[in-house]
């Protein structure tokens, strides 16, 4: 049996994507193998490529002293369906705590006139509501006083792994009894800043990307939340809480190599996996499906494939890997978030979902490239991988039922 | 941390400050905030600013040309608290050895100079070398690539607590072995952006428009800089045994808890149990410790008999990144032993509490 004190359960999850709102949306979408990635212009004058979007955002209540940032209404938006999926009103959260990543933080609000004069455009109506939703702070409280939780707060960032760290430090603090339930995910729009960056370093390709094929050219940012809802088993028991998955280890490490570029022989994810595994006592052959970082970049996806050969060798069947963010692109804080709810996902339905358009795949004799139609089977234990830039890495492993 | 968890043990301080580049306690002396010139302003305005220094001349062979001033303090800060704490890396298994780093507004020289390549180039005409330097998680990634530290590396931010939650989760790290050693980093730096916001909203005190300003006058200080500590296991075989030449143990963390709101005198005494500090060290975030509701907290759960050391100017100028300094000045200041609390609040009901045992 194990120890419910420690053993660590996911009583609700929320999402927004560009599918829409909810875990079932995002679902259908997956599964009839929709991608929501087009063309797009409008981001900001001059850019052309493929993002996916989230439309029809709700946008939540302000008032004269609140300015929410895209961001912030993203996860607010995420939050609220965690909360609705779990079967409890927001006052069952009143002495949690939330743990929200992402990297944009307020930057959709600021345009380049700020840093010309800063003064004057913080004397614009809404200028200083709009500079004071910069901090990627802000997401947390946004989403903390949207729904009156007032445990501990922590916001996150480490690039592209953001997500999943929230995660992982959401598990910690349950352990540490920091507080009885943790909200924790990431949420991060599509925004002109991040998107010129992208672009100014080559890595964004300009029609829908194809992650791990040997032909890919690069990432395709989306924007969207996912927000999870963590507790202990034994408080999930006394309260009675619906128990969708098991996080049954996490690991975070760094590759110290470099600070754009993954370790070339996937060293530093590698070994997170490992240490994934060790904290969740299970043996690389029981992982049954991966969901990978999988950007579509030349140089995150071959050290990827390595850092999978490695972790898993000696497996008696190769690793079933597939990159989700051929379905909606890669949405920066969010991804590891969002990529935690549709592995969760994968291990309620048993279903491992493809790489879309992976026709030329990476060679690797210990990677079984998951592509085409979508795989049934029964999936009691998955994983979802992250990496950032600095080289952050971070590595979620969950069950589909307690064991 | 509720839990009775094992305590653990900050070995080493280093700090990028107006006091300059230091390893150790940073000594004894009133500061005072000076002018303002690494941009143009509209007449005198001030604040504790770092002057300028070359990284290298701290850290020899150090590289730091493109990087945010942030990054750059962020390295110098943790090499002089490695090299306080005694620890010759090349002996540590650097797998274990994670990095913890708060800040409020990031790298804000260098997003602020992507603004501007775009106001000058348009969106498709940004640099390239700029923009992975602007993300918030910048300098804790510097640090782990320039020390090889492959362990976990977390960027971590709170409105009100950024260090006090870097210190928790440092903790945390340790106390989960997920980690041997942490280092513990919090910080910002002042950039035109991040000066004009608290200009224009009114938040500046008088001091920062005049070099006599009346004494005890309201308002905010900005201040900026980095400081580090180094964590680690108060069990360590090296540390118990005292195998480290020249290490001491500044201070031992025994729990900790924050939360945005509550029945914080409650939630403290929970934490304190049957301790009872004699000293509280009260890190008065943007607010002088005197004024604010944080004293009467302080004596709510301590006792009227506790000491209490009040936060300085430049450390509550850094706002919710303030903590680390905040502890630093406090030890800096030769407190008596025993066990001390420290403690910082923030609106009606937000808290951050550590309880610390001082040897």
């Known amino acids: 049996m194990p120890d419910i004190d420690k053993t660590i359960v996911i009583t609700g999850v929320g999402v927004v994507s560009p599918y829409g709102i909810g875990l079932e949306c995002l679902q259908a979408g997956m599964l009839a193998g929709k991608s929501c990635l087009a063309r797009t212009k409008d981001v900001y004058p001059g850019f052309e490529g493929t993002t996916a979007r989230v439309a029809g955002l709700p946008i939540g209540p302000e008032d004269s002293s609140s300015r929410y940032s895209r961001t912030d209404q993203l996860a607010m938006v995420a939050t609220h369906d965690a909360i609705a999926n779990s079967g409890c009103d927001s006052s069952a959260f009143r002495e949690s705590g939330v743990v929200m990543a992402n990297t944009v933080g307020g930057l959709t609000e600021i345009d380049t006139g700020i840093a010309k004069d800063p003064a004057a455009w913080y004397r614009r109506p809404g200028g200083l509501l709009r500079g004071a939703s910069y901090p990627f702070a802000h997401v947390a409280d946004a989403v903390g006083d949207r729904f009156g939780i007032g445990g501990p707060r922590c916001a996150v960032s480490v690039a592209c792994a953001s997500g999943a760290m929230a995660i992982a430090l959401a598990a910690n603090m349950l352990l540490d009894g920091d507080a009885p339930i943790i909200l924790a995910g990431g949420s991060d729009p599509l925004c002109p800043f991040t998107l010129s960056g992208f672009n100014s370093l080559q890595a964004l390709d300009p029609d829908p990307c194809s992650p791990f094929d040997q032909n890919r050219k690069g990432l395709n940012v989306g924007e969207g939340s996912a927000v999870l809802i963590l507790e202990t088993l034994a408080g999930a028991t006394a309260r009675n809480a619906n128990v969708l998955a098991v996080l049954r280890g996490w690991a975070m490490n760094n590759d110290a190599f470099h600070t754009t570029a993954p370790e070339k022989q996937g060293a530093g994810l590698a070994d997170c996996i490992c240490l994934s595994m060790e904290m969740a006592e299970v043996s690389g052959d029981e992982i049954g499906y991966v969901n990978a970082h999988g950007t579509g970049t030349p140089l995150n996806d071959i050290a990827e494939a390595k850092a999978y050969e490695t972790a898993f060798r000696g497996r008696r069947h190769p690793i079933p890997v597939s990159s989700t963010k051929s379905y909606f692109g890669h949405c920066l804080g969010a991804a590891g978030a969002l990529e935690a709810a549709i592995t969760i996902m994968a291990t309620r339905s048993g279903s491992l979902l493809p790489t879309l358009r992976l026709t030329d795949p990476i060679e690797s004799s210990g990677i079984d490239w998951l592509r085409g139609e979508v795989k049934r089977q029964p999936l009691p234990l998955a994983m979802s991988a992250s990496s950032g830039f600095g080289g952050s890495n971070t590595v979620l492993i969950f069950a589909s039922g307690l064991s | ?359």
């Open chain 2, 1 to 359: 941390m509720t839990r009775n968890l094992p305590p653990v043990a900050i070995t080493g301080l280093g700090s990028v400050s107006p006091y300059g580049p230091l390893a150790g306690i940073i000594p004894p002396c009133p500061l005072e905030p000076s002018a303002i010139t690494a941009w143009q302003t509209n007449g005198l305005r001030r604040a504790f600013v770092v002057q300028p220094f070359r990284p290298a001349s701290v850290v020899p062979g150090l590289k730091t040309r493109r990087l945010d001033r942030l990054s750059a303090w962020a390295l110098v800060a943790s090499s002089l608290a490695i090299k306080d704490a005694g620890i010759d890396l090349s002996q540590v298994d650097r797998s274990r050895v994670a990095v913890v780093f708060a800040t409020a507004y990031g790298c804000v020289d260098l997003t602020e100079a992507f603004y501007l390549s775009a106001a000058a180039n348009g969106w498709n005409g940004t640099d390239p070398s700029t923009f992975p330097e602007t993300l918030p998680s910048s300098p804790a990634s510097h640090v782990s690539l320039v020390q090889g530290l492959r362990g976990p590396n977390v960027t971590v931010s709170n409105k009100d607590f950024a260090g006090e939650t870097a210190l928790i989760q440092a903790a945390s790290l340790l106390r989960h072995g997920q980690a041997d050693l942490v280092v513990v980093l919090a910080g910002d730096a002042l950039a035109p952006t991040l000066y004009a916001w608290y200009e224009v909203a009114g938040l500046l005190s008088p001091a920062c428009y005049n070099s006599n300003p009346f004494a005890e006058s309201a308002g905010f200080i900005p201040g900026e800089g980095v400081a580090a500590v180094v964590m680690e296991s108060s069990s360590r075989r090296d540390l118990q045994s005292g195998a480290r030449s020249g290490t001491r143990v500044y201070a031992q963390i025994n729990s900790g808890r924050w939360a945005a709101s509550g029945q914080r005198a409650e939630i403290i005494r929970q934490m304190l149990g049957d301790s009872v500090p004699s000293l509280t060290i009260c890190s008065g975030n943007g607010a002088p410790c005197a004024t604010s509701p944080i004293t009467a907290l302080a004596r709510e759960v301590s006792g009227d008999s506790a000491a209490i050391i009040a936060s300085q100017a430049f450390a509550q100028g850094l706002a919710g990144t303030g903590a680390l300094f905040h502890l630093i000045l406090a030890l800096s200041s030769r407190p008596i032993g025993g066990q001390a609390l420290f403690l910082a609040t923030a609106g009606d009901n937000g808290f951050a509490a550590l309880l610390m045992q001082l040897p």
